[in-house]
């Protein structure tokens, strides 16, 4: 798939090329979504919305190889919004496709210890250690979809870890 060529028929009005760009990458898309929601239906509003944005907001792409990084930022963005107006607390679970119910269901015990140890942070620690380790994404990604500097998330992803090693013991102890 050419990012670039695709990105400029985006530009040109093409709603198929956009629709193919999102198509190639939905199911990162969807796990990102649904890490800061928590749950199918809010994860498929905001991928929603942040397909009308693109649509709407394609032109004032500088970079066409940024594609999937700016979008992704716009995803986030959509997300943290939508919880702020909610007020919701941000829950994280894997993905699972319906044919996994069986996992499912083992599984929530282990999303529920998680959510207890995370909950002793802040919520930028939290975030940045969800999309380090539940995601499993880069410092420089998670810098450019939370638009703060590289060495801020290596921060809050060393404080995080410090402040959970210190709770619930570690290395040492």
Not at 104 to 112: E, R, S
Not at 155 to 165: A, E, N
């Given at each position: 798939?050419d990012?670039?060529?695709?990105?400029?028929?985006a530009k040109?009005g093409?709603k198929?090329?956009l629709?193919e760009l999102i198509?190639a990458?939905k199911?990162?898309?969807y796990?990102?979504?649904?890490?800061?929601?928590?749950?199918?239906?809010?994860a498929m509003?905001a991928l929603?919305?942040?397909?009308?944005?693109l649509?709407?907001?394609i032109?004032?792409l500088k970079?066409?190889?940024?594609?999937?990084s700016?979008s992704?930022t716009i995803?986030?963005?959509i997300?943290k919004?939508?919880?702020?107006?909610?007020?919701?607390?941000v829950?994280?679970d894997?993905?699972?496709?319906?044919h996994?119910e069986e996992?499912?269901?083992?599984?929530?015990?282990?999303?529920?210890?998680?959510?207890?140890?995370?909950s002793?942070?802040?919520?930028?620690?939290?975030?940045?250690?969800?999309l380090k380790?539940?995601l499993?994404?880069?410092y420089?990604t998670?810098?450019k979809?939370?638009?703060?500097?590289?060495g801020?998330?290596k921060?809050?992803?060393?404080?995080?870890?410090?402040?959970?090693?210190d709770?619930?013991?570690?290395?040492?102890?």
């Open positions: 798939m990012v670039v060529r695709l990105v400029k028929k040109r093409s198929d090329a629709m198509l990458k199911d990162e898309m796990r990102l979504a649904y890490a800061y929601m928590g749950n199918q239906h809010d509003d929603e919305e942040m397909i009308v944005r649509y709407e907001n032109g004032q970079k066409e190889e940024s594609f999937y700016w992704k995803l986030v963005n997300c919004t939508t919880l702020r107006k909610q007020k919701k607390q829950l994280v894997e993905w699972h496709s319906s996994e996992r499912i269901h083992q599984d929530a015990g282990q999303h529920l210890e998680v959510q207890e140890m995370l002793i942070l802040n919520e930028t620690q939290k975030e940045a250690i969800q380790y539940i499993d994404l880069d420089q998670i810098a979809m939370t638009n703060v500097p590289l801020t998330v921060s809050r992803v060393f404080q995080g870890l410090k402040k959970l090693k709770h619930f013991g570690g290395e040492g102890r």
